[in-house]
């Protein structure tokens, strides 16, 4: 099939790397040589093979000037983040599940495979199941990303239990990855950016 076909930007059209405007050009730069090689080592496609961008990764061109302090801000939760990198996908798990985003899933569930998560546990996180397996603080992570997510609120119950687990540290930093894969999960659903396969 031919990539018009696949529709693979959902309700944007595929950005062509030809014709980028300058500001465009930084954000494609900054994708292409951090973050596409970053998926394409944990398994997922986030750019095609004429160097068209594919996932959120597109849809972030179309306001670039946002879109490259927001990469900023990722970049600084993942390398200062106190939390181990796997709790750290199962918060982006968590987040999908609750959005029903299917290209995060897609995504998370092939860097949970690098982590080591099994595919029932990767497959029970993507779906918001009960999730057996998991330590005690991917577990919390886990509730407390859901109730954030889906209810808006932390109960006094929870936090108490994740301040004991996580730390108060732990919480803020649970909070700000959620908070970029809760806007990630909302571009995708609102452009309706399909799974690359």
């Known amino acids: 099939m031919s990539e018009s076909s696949q529709n693979f930007g959902g309700r944007v059209p595929l950005f062509d790397p030809k014709k980028l405007t300058i500001a465009q050009q930084a954000v494609y730069e900054t994708v292409s040589s951090k973050l596409v090689p970053w998926a394409e080592a944990a398994g997922f496609q986030a750019k095609l093979d004429d160097g068209k ?15 490259n302090s927001f990469l900023a801000l990722q970049a600084s939760e993942q390398e200062h983040t106190s939390l181990s990198e796997r709790v750290r996908q199962v918060v982006i798990l968590t987040v999908g599940a609750v959005w029903k985003c299917d290209y995060e899933r897609y995504a998370h569930a092939a860097v949970a495979r690098k982590v080591g998560f099994s595919e029932e546990i990767i497959s029970a996180l993507a779906e918001g199941t009960d999730v ?25 119950e929870l936090y108490s239990e994740a301040v004991s687990v996580l730390g108060a540290r732990g919480i803020v930093d649970l909070i700000f990855l959620a908070g970029c894969y809760l806007s990630i999960s909302a571009l995708l659903n609102a452009f309706q950016v399909p799974v690359p396969q």
């Open 53 to 67: 961008l594919v996932g959120p990764f597109n849809t972030i061109l179309l306001s670039p000037e946002i879109a």
């Open 132 to 156: 057996e397996g998991l330590s005690a603080a991917e577990q919390l992570a886990q509730r407390v990303t859901w109730q954030l997510t889906a209810e808006r609120r932390l109960s006094a």
